[in-house]
């Protein structure tokens, strides 16, 4: 048996639903929908989710906050924080500057697990989804050091790179009907005990209005 572990930037993923208009969807079963990718004679051992903490809006870090919760209770998922930092973008026309929240870290670990696990034979084969062509580094870097292993590039709804397409052994879609499949229940319990619930907000229709 195979053993894939699947690696996922959130917020590549967050932003390739929403564009979508799959906002309904967000209460996603994220090993759920891995296991859709999965061959015969291939099994997924881990799947290791990779995010920031949103310092706000309320309403949208207190989401963000419930959704974590309930996805830790999914077997095999692990979860990576990285940070935003806030940085001044100067107007090259007008010379304003103002604040933007950026994400860090993000594509930094995920190079780090999935070289740590590698190097440690823990896979043989490696799920990324992602379309951040910053990513293509770690890809070339995994395909020669481990010729042996495999590496499935899948893109978020909306999203693609040509570069991780052509570095990656092979490439598949996340479509709206796996997406929509691929639904928690409206309450899970989370790892503390308590239920976590479906966001009022994240209707279950999938349809994202």
Known sequence: MQRVIAYVDGF?????????G????LWLDIPSLMSRFLAPGQSLVATKYFTS????????????????EALASRPGVELFFGQYQTEQIRCRACGERWPVNREKMTDVNIAVELMKDAM???LDIAFLVSADSD??????AFRELWPAKRILAIFPPGRGSIVLERLANGKRRIRRNL???SQMPDEVIG????AKHRPPAWRSDGQGR
């Not at 799959?22 to 969807?25: D, E, F, H, I, V």
């Not at 990513?135 to 070339?140: I, K, N, Q, R, S």
């Open 12 to 20: 590549n993923l967050y932003f390739g639903l929403r564009s979508q």
């Open 22 to 25: 799959l906002r309904g969807a």
């Open 53 to 68: 903490h949103l310092s706000g809006p309320p309403d949208k870090a207190r989401r963000q906050s419930v959704y974590l």
């Open 120 to 122: 440690r034979d823990r």
């Open 135 to 140: 990513l293509a580094g770690p890809v070339a």
């Open 179 to 181: 997406v929509l499949a």
């Open 191 to 194: 790892p503390d005990g308590y």
